[in-house]
């Protein structure tokens, strides 16, 4: 099973940016898609956004569009999360996620995934 890490997460103000990368044990094109969630305390785990690998074509939140970017770079089995624009709103711990499955929908939901990173905190001070 493919092994995920994230990394890039902090504490950052309002308004700033900051670039989460998600490092994957194998190849990103023997997958379907990445996907990155979040969960803030007491909250249900949301979608953030996600890219498919085999078209590039990349969907978001309503909440996060406009703001967040997610690419891929195929040399380093690595995806990234650009976030900027930040809101005390977007604090939570950040996870990214591989489907290994083919669905024919946008890879919105946690259970079109099957693995996990550890996730990585991200703090957005007001």
């Known amino acids: 099973q493919v092994q995920l890490v994230e990394s890039g997460g902090g504490l950052v103000q309002a308004g700033g940016s900051l670039r989460l990368s998600c490092a994957a044990s194998?190849?990103?094109?023997?997958?379907?898609?990445m996907g990155w969630f979040r969960q803030a305390p007491g909250k249900d785990r949301d979608f953030v956004g996600a890219?498919?690998?085999?078209?590039?074509?990349?969907n978001y939140a309503d909440s996060v569009k406009g703001r967040f970017t997610i690419s891929r770079d195929n040399a380093k089995n690595t995806v990234y999360l650009q976030m900027t624009s930040l809101k005390p709103e977007d604090t939570a711990v950040y996870y990214c996620?591989?489907?290994?499955?083919?669905?024919?929908?946008?890879?919105?939901?946690?259970?079109?995934?099957?693995?996990w990173g550890q996730g990585t905190q991200v703090t957005v001070s007001s």
């Open positions: 194998r190849r990103t094109f023997s997958m379907y898609a």
């Open positions: 890219i498919n690998l085999s078209t590039g074509r990349t």
């Open positions: 996620a591989a489907g290994t499955k083919y669905y024919s929908g946008p890879y919105s939901r946690p259970r079109d995934y099957d693995a």
